[in-house]
């Protein structure tokens, strides 16, 4: 345990940890660029420097360990005017606009050239000139604006385990994007937009669906309803300043009132409903393994990440016949909005506009699959990011922090406590247990208030198992089974718990992979800055929302058995077959 | 492995390539740092690296297509186009540089119409530099495959590269698209 001193202060922590760390502990914040917590510390722009006493030159404090005995200095003229020095060399390449840019008061180089006071740039540089890929639909990548920090090559790398992203070329040539500088369309990507989660700047962004929004909700010729999911509720109020895990449902609804939209459902409904098909599916195959003694695709893997979907198109298509055939919430919603409540008011689904509000980028790509139109034209019309949500709040001038709560519209809106931690690791398995046992033994799943811990932390791969007993006949021949499952979050981690699936080494019944770490609450197009902590805060939020509800699991949610009453009949029905469930295709990944 | 350099019927030999290919692949899979070895030697057997093979690679070593493209990218012995059939290096060392190396690169790549790195259209030339063959007291140097050439001037490259042209056409009766080089 070294002993060192920081601007003075005395300070004592843990051998390998940097200097950065070591100053944060005791609330010396120092600016930096490059730096990714947890993630990526590669001393490359040199925003982060620090005096030590002794050393001749300057040196990164986010990729130096601290030392016994080392004297530091964060705050000197030297190290003000080399930061200074260091900044004003990236802003004279750097072609910003930043009025008109995506990021704009959401941007790390603006903030720290804010924050270290330049005021000119002395150096002449070569501007890089906007350079925009628009290949792909759910990103905008734009060379023009990136710093070449690595960020996204190390999460897209790393982290997600796809690498679609790399250094290309070199010297001053070097651009940080897909294969020989080409599209991103080009190369293997799941549009899991956490590369623009972590990018400091410009360079990566979602694309942006605000303005067909606001001509939809403008249109007098469609009836405009929106749907918004579990995890943007923890999170939409870090846009309005809140902390992060406030849990905003109610003025979320508010404001959706107020910018428009004369009817406000939820994707939790068909979270619900995600969880009654999804459990039975899980039953059948089971049954056709245990009771037919015929083969039968398992494990069973969730299918609401689209990230997930995309991934293993890629890189395992010989899973994809286990992948579960239901659609995501968002894709379940678009479908019965367009068809069951169309109806109910009267209207034809192309003169329904589904608008979706999503932690998430890769669903702006899944709305556009071919095989989401099963109402006939497309079932989801706009996806909006929680970002891009809290942008139109702001440009319609709603003072959201004051907002009254509001509730959702009942018909496609009631949800249980299992539809809210869909948004975390570990929930959608949690929520599919709490319906699978109860239909096959009767009784309710035996965790403490339905919480199994073993899957609810953020380990990067989580198991638990559940022995069956005492079952309803319907499923006797399940007795005894100790169903097996696991859950992971992050490709990464993904990649990881599939290689051992793979090779045997692990057999479970049913597996759980949120594309982003943390689940959808970590998504894409969730406020920055989202770090472990913010995950921890929005995972709690999601846990007191489910636990605070009277209605816990999504078999006892009174609309959902209203809309299997009333038009799907029954679960993988026919109608379930048309409406809720889809198919995959195998992608080449060159 | 003689046939390899033959330039004349490449379909013909395509298929035994690939099957070498894949031998090394085979070697390779799953061993750490074997992404630029591989590059290396495929690069060997082709002459250059195209799409296809790259491609292959990324799939077979499981790394990611951008990331062999990073590399391939970052190392200028790397070649995505095929090469010429005479290489053409520009000696730019401090000697050869002080004493007009450069506008003698400048007269190559008008002459030939490309720049560093590229090959022309007929795939006679393929043109880059170089940092010192030994030949500072005669500089400016240039290198025609094996042949130093020393003193060069800017007005004399279109005779230089002319001399392959012309030794090609004698020597192997390779006719193909050689009219139209050095334009
Ligand atoms: S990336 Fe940041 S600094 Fe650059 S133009 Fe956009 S807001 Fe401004
Ligand atoms: S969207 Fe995801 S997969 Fe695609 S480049 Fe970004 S991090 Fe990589
Ligand atoms: S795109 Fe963004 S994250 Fe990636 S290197 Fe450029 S600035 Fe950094
Ligand atoms: S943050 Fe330390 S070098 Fe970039």
């Known amino acids: 345990m070294p002993k060192l001193t920081i601007d003075g202060k005395p300070v004592e922590v843990a051998d390998g940890t940097t200097i950065l760390e070591a100053a944060k502990e005791i609330g010396i914040r120092i600016p930096t660029l490059c730096y990714l917590e947890g993630i990526q510390a590669i001393g490359a722009c040199r925003v982060c420097v620090v005096e030590v006493e002794g050393a001749r030159t300057l040196v990164a404090s986010c990729v130096m360990p601290v030392a016994e005995g080392m004297k530091i200095i964060t705050n000197s003229k030297r190290l003000r005017d080399a930061r200074r020095t260091v900044v004003e060399l990236l802003l004279s390449e750097h072609d910003g606009n930043c009025q008109t840019c995506e990021r704009n008061n959401d941007c790390e180089l603006q903030t720290v050239a804010y924050e270290l006071g330049i005021k000119n740039i002395t150096f002449e540089g070569i501007k890089t000139k906007a350079d925009v890929d628009t290949s792909t639909v759910a990103l905008v990548r734009d060379n023009g604006k990136c710093i070449k920090c690595r960020r996204c090559v190390t999460v897209c790398n790393q982290v997600q385990a796809v690498g679609a992203l790399f250094p290309q070329f070199r010297g001053f040539k070097t651009v940080i994007g897909p294969a020989f500088g080409k599209d991103l369309s080009t190369v293997a990507c799941v549009q899991c937009g956490q590369c623009a989660a972590v990018c400091p700047v410009g360079a990566i962004v979602e694309q942006n669906h605000i303005e067909r929004v606001w001509k939809a909700l403008d249109d007098k010729t469609k009836t405009v309803v929106v749907q918004t999911a579990p995890g943007v509720r923890a999170a939409l109020g870090e846009c309005f300043g809140l902390p992060a895990g406030t849990l905003v449902t109610g003025k979320m609804v508010a404001a959706l009132r107020r910018l428009g939209f004369s009817t406000v459902f939820d994707t939790n409904f068909t979270a619900d409903l995600t969880i009654i098909e999804e459990a039975m599916e899980l039953l059948s195959r089971l049954k056709k393994a245990v009771k037919e003694r015929q083969p039968a695709a398992l494990p069973q893997f969730t299918s609401c990440s689209p990230g997930w979907i995309k991934y293993v198109e890629y890189f395992y298509p010989e899973f994809i016949p286990n992948l579960s055939t239901c659609k995501s919430p968002q894709q379940m919603f678009g479908a019965v909005a367009k068809t069951y409540w169309a109806k109910k008011v009267g209207k034809k689904p192309d003169e329904v506009f589904v608008v979706s509000v999503m932690p998430c980028v890769a669903k702006k790509f899944e709305a556009t699959r071919p095989e989401m139109n099963s109402s006939g034209v497309q079932d989801v019309d706009a996806v909006l990011t929680t970002r891009e949500l809290g942008r139109m709040i702001k440009q319609a001038g709603i003072d959201f922090v004051s907002l009254p709560d509001e509730t959702v519209d009942r018909v496609l809106g009631t949800s249980s406590g299992a539809a809210d931690i869909f948004a975390n690791t570990g929930g959608v398995m949690q929520a599919a247990l709490r319906t699978a046992y109860e239909v096959i033994t009767g009784r309710e799943l035996p965790f403490e208030n339905l919480y199994i811990e073993a899957i609810a932390g953020m380990e990067g791969i989580k198991e638990a198992s559940v022995t069956i007993t005492d079952t309803v006949p319907e499923w006797s021949f399940l007795e005894g089974v100790t169903m097996k499952v696991a859950v992971a979050h992050g490709l990464g981690n993904a990649n990881r718990l599939m290689e051992k699936i793979k090779s045997g080494e692990s057999i479970y019944h049913f597996v759980e992979v949120m594309t982003c770490p943390g689940g959808c609450i970590g998504g894409g197009g969730q406020p920055r800055f989202t770090t472990d902590a913010v995950r921890k805060s929005r995972i709690k939020a999601m846990y007191k929302e489910d636990s605070g509800k009277k209605v816990r699991k999504s078999h006892d949610n009174p609309k959902i058995k209203q809309i299997y009453g009333e038009f799907l009949n029954m679960p993988l029905g026919e109608k379930s077959h048309h409406l809720l469930h889809t198919k995959y295709t195998s992608r080449s990944r060159v | ?183």
């Open chain 2, 1 to 183: 492995m003689i046939e390899m350099k033959c330039d004349c019927g490449s379909e013909i030999n395509e298929r035994d390539l690939v099957k070498q290919l894949d031998a090394i692949l085979d070697e390779y899979r799953g061993k750490p740092g074997a992404l630029i070895p591989v590059l290396q030697m495929s690069q060997k057997m082709f002459g250059y690296l195209p799409e296809s093979v790259l491609k292959r690679i990324s799939l077979e070593l499981g790394k990611p297509y951008s990331e062999v493209a990073g590399v391939v990218g970052f190392y200028s012995f790397f070649s995505t186009v095929p090469r010429g059939r005479h290489l053409v290096r520009v000696c730019l060392g401090t000697a050869c540089y002080v004493r007009g190396g450069k506008q003698v690169l400048e007269a190559i790549k008008k002459n030939l119409g490309i720049d560093v790195g590229e090959t022309t259209p007929d795939r006679n030339f393929s043109l880059e530099v170089a940092r010192c063959f030994g030949a500072c007291g005669l500089a400016p140097a240039i290198m025609v495959d094996d042949d130093v050439h020393q003193r060069v001037k800017p007005v004399k490259v279109g005779e230089i590269l002319n001399q392959y042209l012309t030794k090609k056409t004698k020597k192997g009766k390779k006719s193909a698209g050689k009219k139209g080089a050095g334009k």
